[in-house]
């Protein structure tokens, strides 16, 4: 079988035609704390798609281990000649019982991180070519017993077609970098373990097919092949041969960049603010290093009195939020006997977040009618990212952002003419913020929206030369009912930053439609 001169894989750009949901095994939901969100609406489905997988590792007497392999991704049902046809977000599960998953990895590991590459063969007409899918997954815990759900996700390229005619996509094979999670990325990185997984006997692998026409609705075959060359495209050290061209990643035009130039994340975390389990058997709680990695957020506070908002996090100069993922994981099963409905079951995972974000600017008409201009500053203490589920039912699922915030006004305009406010006008004490994202916030690798409501206190130390301007700002500003939205983009993971979101990705405002 010959590679097929009319395929070309390349960074992934837009999203075209109907979408079919492949969805993925059971085994999920081992982990469905980690990855809360729903999935997108499809038009068909082609039921779950599992395999079976025999693993093995380089340099490691464990011998051979089973894992099942289950894919989730929304594929194109139908493209046209020369258009992308783009596989939207993937979720990868790989299955291993806790034994031999252990067995696997350094003594004494606790949690682990893990990228997969997957390998894709993508047919049409009797030929075909491969589609390398590189995904990431967070800080796994590893627990005491039980099976162990490696859940990778991430974009993959794009394939466009020259020929008209059923495309199939299907696994080859894929391959997992496993190392144990440390919060010292700055340090020599911990020992990693390769495994390569192939899917048995029986297995052909067959993910979805997309159906190709001409642009006339028809599935005929163009007759004449596209003439090909192997001369290097461009300056950006592609290849061409026989016209299948990979764009490089970025990671591989930069030797050693600075993706997260943030430092990890300090300070205690408050999951109290999170859904707690139910009453009833102790929860197991599990304390990890974590994770570093890095994401930009970008978010809007509503004023209620002003009704007026403001951004948070300038999008042209923002600062980055830093994470130490899977911190701690709080855990309950369900008693088989006694709640064969799995009600008292009960998972948690708390990540540790810090940002310092810069002074937002602020235009308001104070009481409805007098133009006001400020800058305010935020003290914002640690984060307690909590993300979590009770029970089976994934609708139970859960995601909460806890931290108290304080607000400093200075640069004060009225109607054009400087107040001076002096150097400490501020909110007399620190407030609660508790953001929740439901199924909007998928988890912290991949980010999402969350919103909340906050009580602003009474202001204090507003104004100069005796003047008393608190009462002014507390009764222009201060009360509940005041809306924050927040959006966070996908993490980048600075030890591996190939299959990871590095550099950061921008973050869209809440409430923007994202760019198709």
């Not at 800080?139 to 991430?154: E, F, N």
């Not at 440390?182 to 979805?208: I, S, Y």
């Not at 090909?228 to 030797?255: N, Q």
């Not at 007399?428 to 916030?441: H, I, N, Q, R, T």
Request: glycine letters at 10%; a negative charge; charged letters at 20%.
């Amino acid at each position: 079988m010959e590679d097929n001169p009319d395929m070309h894989t390349q960074i992934p750009v837009t999203r075209a035609g109907r979408s079919v949901k492949v969805a993925s095994v059971a085994g999920l939901a081992l982990l469905a704390g980690l990855l809360s969100g729903g999935g997108s609406a499809a038009d068909e489905s082609t039921g779950p798609v599992g395999f079976a997988a025999a693993c093995g590792a380089e340099n490691n007497d464990t011998g051979a281990v089973t894992a099942a392999v289950g894919v989730a991704a929304d594929v194109p049902a139908t493209g046209e000649v020369g258009r992308p046809v783009q596989p939207g977000p993937v979720t990868l599960t790989v299955t291993l019982s806790r034994a031999d998953l252990a067995g696997l990895l350094p003594e004494g590991t606790e949690a682990f991180v893990s990228r997969a590459s997957l390998k894709v063969r993508v047919a049409q007409n009797g030929e075909s070519t491969e589609a390398p899918w590189e995904l990431h997954a967070p800080s796994t815990p590893l627990p005491a017993d039980g099976d162990v759900a490696l859940v990778h996700s991430g974009e993959v390229p794009y394939v466009t077609l020259g020929s008209a005619g059923d495309v199939d996509f299907s696994v080859k094979e894929l391959t997992i970098e496993l190392r144990s999670a440390t919060a010292e990325p700055e340090k020599t990185a911990p020992p990693l373990t390769t495994v390569t997984c192939r899917l048995k006997e029986g297995e052909n692998g067959h993910l979805a097919t997309t159906r190709v026409t001409d642009g006339t609705g028809t599935g005929a075959e163009p007759s004449g092949t596209p003439e090909t060359s192997p001369t290097p495209v461009g300056g950006s050290g592609r290849t061409r041969d026989k016209d299948i061209a990979v764009e490089p990643s970025a990671a591989e035009e930069d030797e050693d960049p600075d993706y997260c130039p943030v430092d990890p994340p300090v300070g205690e975390m408050d999951s109290s603010h999170a859904p707690q389990a139910s009453p009833g058997r102790p929860v197991n709680v599990m304390e990890l290093p974590g994770a570093f990695m890095c994401a930009n957020v970008l978010g809007l506070a509503n004023v209620q009195k002003l009704n007026g908002a403001m951004v948070v996090n300038d999008p042209d100069h923002p600062a980055l939020i830093s994470v130490l993922s899977t911190k701690r994981v709080s855990s309950r099963e369900a008693d088989d006997w006694e709640d064969p409905e799995g009600r008292g079951r009960y998972i948690r995972i708390d990540n540790l977040a810090n940002i310092e974000l810069p002074d937002a600017d602020s235009t308001f008409l104070t009481f409805g009618f007098q133009p006001v201009t400020a800058k305010v500053s935020f003290e914002t203490g640690p984060m307690t990212i909590s993300i979590g589920n009770i029970g089976y039912d994934l609708d139970a699922a859960f995601s909460t952002v806890y931290f108290k915030q304080s607000l400093r006004i200075h640069d004060v305009k009225v109607n054009g003419t400087p107040l001076d406010v002096g150097n400490n006008c501020r909110t007399a004490k620190p407030f609660d913020v508790l953001l929740s994202g439901g199924s909007a916030y998928t988890n912290v690798a991949l980010g999402g929206r969350l919103d909340g409501e906050v009580t602003i206190p009474p202001f204090t130390g507003c104004g100069t030369g005796g003047e008393d301007l608190n009462p002014l700002f507390t009764a222009a500003i201060s009360g509940p009912g005041n809306r924050i939205f927040m959006n966070q983009a996908p993490t980048c993971y600075p030890a591996f930053p190939e299959s990871s979101y590095c550099p950061p990705a921008p973050a869209e405002l809440p409430g923007k439609k994202p760019k198709s």
